[in-house]
């Protein structure tokens, strides 16, 4: 029997991981995990409660208790807290300035990691196969993946699609608004992950000259070229 097929996708901001991760679960009819949804979906529970971001003690304990559930379709992922779908609430500004403050706490990270393995083999087990992504994926939380790839772009390229995403424009001004979110978010991430280089045996596939559909067709080469090697 064929064992699960996962695929650990990282990148920084921009370099359009969600989007070709989607893709690529639904090309090959496999299980889909926004690991980054889940340190925002943390942020959100902990606004909402009142926590002090700052006190890495008892954010790190909403960690461990937080009633996450992640919907693992990427036709459809959900992510919903307590029975709440928090899927739009968790991409607003307050959330997004306030992430990285979540996903740099070093007590948080090892807690969240150990939830994305647990889900990663339950998804693939159920459905032959996962696409996982985010930042540290390939390293740190599934570094024996069969495919590991890190995406990345140039900043011009990945600041230009942040800003048609929330602004719907890619003008000097939409890009200025966005420069700071995308930009500092990816310095604050690195300080506790390595997503900018590709480590040892992670496919690197640069998207800054690439449209959606080359991007997904250069990471489904990558996933094919695995295969033969195994084979």
């Known amino acids: ?12 901001s921009g370099s359009g991981k969600s989007s070709v991760a989607k ?16 340190y925002r979906a943390l942020t959100w529970w902990c606004l909402e409660r009142g926590l002090d971001l700052a006190d890495h003690d008892a954010v790190a304990q909403a960690a461990r208790d937080f009633p996450l559930a992640m919907g693992t379709d ?6 919903t807290v307590d029975g ?16 990285s403050a979540v996903a740099t706490n070093q007590g948080v990270r090892p807690v969240l990691q150990q939830l994305q393995r ?8 159920e459905t032959g196969g996962v696409v996982a992504e985010g930042r540290d994926i390939t390293t740190v939380v599934a570094p024996d993946a069969r495919v590991r790839v890190l995406l990345t772009a140039s900043e011009e390229a990945r600041l230009r ?14 890009v200025e608004a966005t420069r700071d979110q995308v930009l500092r978010r990816d310095r604050d991430d690195s300080t506790v992950s390595r997503f900018t280089e590709a480590a040892e045996g992670v496919s690197l596939v640069d998207t800054s000259d690439l449209g959606f559909d080359e991007s997904v067709e250069a ?5 094919a070229a695995s295969t033969v090697d195994e084979g």
């Open 1 to 12: 029997m064929t064992a699960p097929l996962t695929i650990a996708i990282d990148g920084p």
């Open 219 to 223: 990471v489904l080469d990558v996933v």
């Open 161 to 174: 699609r942040r800003s048609t995403e929330l602004h719907g424009s890619a003008d000097a001004a939409a």
């Open 23 to 38: 893709a690529v679960a639904r090309r090959l009819g496999i299980g889909y995990l926004d690991t980054g949804a889940m």
């Open 84 to 99: 709440t779908d928090v899927g739009a609430a968790i991409r607003t500004t307050e959330v997004s300035s306030a992430v």
């Open 74 to 79: 990427p036709a459809d992922p959900t992510v």
């Open 118 to 125: 647990d889900l990663i083999a339950r998804v693939a087990e």
